[in-house]
């Protein structure tokens, strides 16, 4: 039912520098893996096998992780080490990745609208940020996401509750718990500050979205930080009563913060471990 997920990936990712200086921050590996791949495999757990990627300057290595690398493949057949690649052959025979370049920094929901071209008006579409890496309790946070999908039929924003020092890092909802765990958003504010938060509430790095999120993108203006934010975009669905929020179930780490990044570290260790 959801065919396409879009995966801005155009940042600069300047909180690991000089780490991302030439390395995109999306091909940060936890353990042997790098984020992106994460994200495309919770993805294809949701079903999809239609990748979309917004890119940027300096961001080659995401296209070539997902192509075939004929010399390496060659080098190792046969050997030890040949099974190390079978998981990212994979993705690469089931899925197709497109790329589009993000000129100018000018916010997320200005990058979402640069994906424009790739994801099309015909049908709603997911978007991961890769950078909040997220495990699912039973199955994956965007496979959850589709199941609710097929109920609501209008975006969903997955949600969890952070602590209120934190909260003016994230987009925040108010809403009315319609089933556990279930919102009817009525009200998004992006970064705000505590005492102007109208909840704990916060959106974390996944989305369902309809395709008239694009015109909605094309008409909002520059807000928090001066950049177009796909929170006031949403905004607009919210007041027509058009967004759900989900508690989702599971666990997610921030990876774009190093002590995020050093938690999902340690987790995924640990589970490769038992
Ligand atoms: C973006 C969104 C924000 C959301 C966050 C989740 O912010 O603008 O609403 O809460 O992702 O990670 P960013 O972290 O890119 O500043």
Same mark, same amino acid.
């Given at each position: 039912?959801?065919?396409?997920?879009?995966?801005?990936?155009?940042?600069?990712?300047?909180?690991?520098?000089?780490?991302?200086?030439?390395?995109?921050? %999306?091909?940060? @590996?936890?353990? +042997?893996?790098?984020?992106?791949?994460?994200?495309?495999? &919770?993805?294809? *757990?949701? !079903? =999809?096998?239609?990748?979309?990627?917004?890119?940027?300057?300096?961001?080659?290595?995401?296209?070539?992780?997902?192509?075939?690398?004929?010399?390496?493949?060659?080098?190792?057949?046969?050997?030890?080490?040949?099974?190390?690649?079978?998981?990212?052959?994979?993705?690469?025979?089931?899925?197709?990745?497109?790329?589009?370049?993000?000129?100018?920094?000018?916010?997320?929901?200005?990058?979402?609208?640069?994906?424009?071209?790739?994801?099309?008006?015909?049908?709603?579409?997911?978007?991961?940020?890769?950078?909040?890496?997220?495990?699912?309790?039973?199955?994956?946070?965007?496979?959850?996401?589709?199941?609710?999908?097929?109920?609501?039929?209008?975006?969903?924003?997955?949600? %969890?509750?952070? @602590?209120?020092? +934190?909260?003016?890092?994230?987009?925040?909802?108010?809403? &009315?718990?319609? *089933?556990? !765990? =279930?919102?009817?958003?009525?009200?998004?504010?992006?970064?705000?500050?505590?005492?102007?938060?109208?909840?704990?509430?916060?959106?974390?790095?996944?989305?369902?979205?309809?395709?008239?999120?694009?015109?909605?993108?094309?008409?909002?203006?520059?807000?928090?930080?001066?950049?177009?934010?796909?929170?006031?975009?949403?905004?607009?669905?919210?007041?027509?009563?058009?967004?759900?929020?989900?508690?989702?179930?599971?666990?997610?780490?921030?990876?774009?913060?190093?002590?995020?990044?050093?938690?999902?570290?340690?987790?995924?260790?640990?589970?490769?471990?038992?």
């Amino acid at each position: 039912m959801i065919h396409k997920c879009l995966f801005p990936a155009a940042g600069y990712g300047t909180r690991f520098l000089p780490a991302t200086k030439v390395l995109p921050k %999306e091909m940060l @590996p936890i353990l +042997d893996k790098p984020l992106i791949q994460y994200g495309v495999e &919770e993805a294809m *757990e949701a !079903g =999809i096998r239609t990748m979309a990627m917004v890119t940027g300057r300096g961001k080659r290595a995401l296209e070539d992780h997902f192509d075939v690398n004929y010399e390496l493949e060659h080098q190792i057949r046969g050997s030890s080490k040949e099974g190390l690649l079978t998981g990212i052959r994979r993705i690469i025979d089931e899925c197709t990745f497109s790329y589009t370049r993000q000129i100018e920094m000018k916010g997320l929901g200005h990058a979402i609208l640069t994906g424009e071209t790739l994801i099309g008006r015909e049908e709603a579409f997911a978007v991961l940020l890769a950078d909040d890496l997220c495990e699912g309790r039973d199955t994956g946070v965007l496979a959850q996401m589709v199941e609710l999908y097929k109920r609501f039929e209008c975006s969903i924003v997955a949600i %969890e509750e952070v @602590p209120m020092a +934190d909260i003016h890092k994230y987009g925040v909802i108010a809403g &009315e718990e319609i *089933e556990p !765990g =279930i919102f009817r958003i009525n009200n998004m504010i992006e970064k705000p500050a505590a005492d102007q938060a109208p909840s704990n509430l916060a959106i974390i790095g996944r989305y369902i979205l309809t395709p008239d999120i694009f015109d909605i993108l094309r008409e909002t203006p520059p807000g928090t930080s001066g950049e177009i934010q796909i929170t006031d975009a949403l905004r607009v669905q919210a007041d027509q009563g058009r967004v759900i929020g989900y508690k989702f179930q599971g666990q997610r780490f921030d990876c774009g913060s190093p002590s995020g990044f050093v938690a999902a570290t340690n987790h995924f260790y640990h589970l490769s471990r038992r």
